[in-house]
């Protein structure tokens, strides 16, 4: 049997990518930062869908002496490095210093250990927030200026990554994920936020949500990255985007949700917050070289709504 190593699976989409990969009859090795015991709120939710599936490795990826030996010991086909430095992301006040010891110094030791494990290859996830802000759909090709630094921490892993991956031979893939939205996502989240609102009858405070952004659900995420999985043969460092291909106002988007719940739209107050400081008015990604070289489709977003929103909480892996 396969065997891969997700890290970082307590996070909304980490929680997805270990169930797709079991799905698909890979064994895998879920790591956590701490023990599961710890973890409460929709982040013990998460994990409880994978109990009994996966095998679990408490793991601080910047303790090397741990890396290693977990590593040597696992000997992983396929290594899905998720886990990352996220904390106020969307914020000025993320801190950058933090992110490059989370997000980018452990790579040096992981990349040279997985070769010595005779490990098939490695997918990173990126961000759409590696791009410099543009009003165009954003390409794998494009020079990147991010005007965050947060998006300055995950290039800077990017980069890093097709370092190590150029110097050992280790074929990676780099997955720029936009807007992956879903069961088990943070409740804090706007479009949860919505769902949670309009299911108990109560107005929802918005900005005008005029922004217009990149939406894909998370099942499309999850199987693109098994598709990166089999791309790895090809060797090589590659950057894939993982998106829908369309900005979409996320006052439709909201508008959408509200019309699949029959809720009313006078619940939703838009305008009554205002917009965030410096948030960009578009953001969104060209797909097309992941549907010409991998043969992904992203799902319509109307559908991808239609399921998440019928989609059982507590459903777990099948």
């Known amino acids: ?8 699976v307590s996070s909304f989409v980490g929680c997805h990518l270990a169930r797709e ?11 956590l930062s701490k023990s599961r015991k710890s973890y409460d709120g929709i982040q013990a939710t998460r994990l409880q869908q994978l109990e009994g599936h996966v095998a679990w490795q408490v793991l601080d990826l910047q303790d090397e002496k741990a890396v290693r030996e977990f590593i040597s010991r ?11 430095y996220a904390t106020n992301y969307g914020s000025h ?14 790579l040096a030791y992981i990349y040279e250990e997985l070769v010595k494990a005779g490990c098939s290859g490695v997918i990173v996830t990126g961000s759409s927030m590696e791009y410099s802000d543009s009003e165009q759909a954003c390409r794998e090709t494009d020079e990147c200026k991010p005007s965050t630094s947060y998006g300055r921490s995950k290039l800077e892993e990017t980069q890093t ?12 893939r780099v997955a720029r994920l936009f807007i992956p939205f879903g069961p088990f996502d943070a409740t804090g989240k706007v479009l949860m936020y919505v769902v949670e609102n309009l299911k108990k009858g ?3 405070e918005l900005s005008a949500c005029t922004q217009r952004r990149d939406f894909l659900y998370v099942e499309g995420v999850s199987k693109a990255y098994g598709l990166l999985a089999g791309d790895l043969t090809r060797g090589g460092f590659e950057i894939f985007n993982i998106s829908s291909g369309e900005a979409v106002a996320v006052r439709c988007v909201i508008e959408m949700i509200a019309d699949h719940l029959e809720a009313s739209r006078d619940l939703l107050g838009f305008g009554k ?4 400081p410096g948030e960009p008015t578009v953001s969104y990604g060209n797909c097309q070289k992941a549907q010409d070289r991998l043969g992904w489709r992203p799902g319509p977003l109307q559908q991808g709504i239609a399921e998440f929103l019928r989609a059982e ?5 099948s």
């Open 273 to 276: 917050r205002p917009m965030r």
């Open 93 to 106: 006040d993320y801190d950058q210093r933090t992110g490059h010891a989370v997000n980018v110094a452990p």
């Open 74 to 84: 696992v000997q992983p086909n396929l290594w899905i490095h998720h886990a990352g």
């Open 202 to 204: 109560l107005t929802v």
């Open 161 to 172: 990554a097709q370092k190590y991956s150029e110097r050992h031979g280790l074929p990676t």
């Open 313 to 317: 909480p507590g459903a777990g892996v």
């Open 1 to 8: 049997m396969k065997s891969a190593v997700v890290t970082g």
């Open 21 to 31: 990969f079991v799905q698909q009859g890979w064994a895998v090795t879920a790591t």
